[in-house]
């Protein structure tokens, strides 16, 4: 873990900004390099109704160039000597996730949680608890 990168996943919301603070400290720690990954849903269209005016193919293309976009607005925004790579991937958040992690050959992974509970909890899928419990490596679930 200590010479491998760190695979900090981000929805772009405040919780996962307040994890980045952390996945910058563990790089930092361990002189290894920042891996940025954010997830677009693959959007699911039926082409019985012909209410959609774009495809769903059209619609995860405009997704993908908004995350590019708000991508490079953190990166102006951090400033940091560290080694950063940016992937952003189509499909399930936890399996692009887990698939990044191994691929990339990731020593941890810092994400953010949402933080639901009671009856939130059990109606949305819990990403960050998902990862913890399915990854290979280390995995640090921020509040």
Same mark, same amino acid.
């Given at each position: 873990?200590?010479?491998?990168?760190?695979?900090?996943?981000?929805?772009?919301?405040?919780?996962?900004?307040?994890?980045?603070?952390?996945?910058?400290?563990?790089?930092n720690l361990y002189h290894v390099g920042l891996r940025i990954?954010?997830?677009?849903?693959?959007?699911?269209?039926?082409? &019985?109704?012909? !209410?959609? $005016?774009? #495809?769903?193919?059209?619609?995860?293309?405009?997704? *993908?160039?908004?995350? @590019? =976009?708000?991508?490079?607005?953190?990166?102006?925004?951090? &400033?940091?000597? !560290?080694? $950063?790579? #940016?992937?952003?991937?189509?499909?399930?958040?936890? *399996?692009?996730?887990? @698939? =990044?992690?191994?691929?990339?050959?990731?020593?941890?992974?810092?994400?953010?949680?949402?933080?639901?509970?009671g009856l939130a909890h059990f109606l949305s899928t819990?990403?960050?608890? @998902?990862?913890?419990?399915?990854?290979?490596?280390?995995?640090?679930?921020?509040?």
């Amino acid at each position: 873990m200590r010479n491998k990168d760190i695979l900090w996943p981000t929805d772009f919301s405040d919780t996962a900004a307040n994890a980045l603070r952390y996945a910058i400290e563990m790089a930092n720690l361990y002189h290894v390099g920042l891996r940025i990954l954010h997830v677009v849903d693959q959007p699911i269209g039926d082409e &019985n109704y012909q !209410l959609l $005016i774009i #495809t769903p193919e059209e619609l995860a293309q405009t997704m *993908e160039k908004a995350a @590019a =976009e708000k991508m490079h607005e953190l990166l102006a925004k951090l &400033n940091s000597p !560290l080694k $950063i790579e #940016t992937v952003i991937r189509r499909g399930d958040a936890v *399996e692009e996730i887990l @698939a =990044e992690a191994e691929s990339a050959d990731v020593g941890m992974i810092v994400i953010a949680s949402h933080g639901r509970s009671g009856l939130a909890h059990f109606l949305s899928t819990n990403v960050a608890e @998902a990862v913890a419990n399915k990854a290979r490596c280390p995995v640090l679930v921020v509040k």
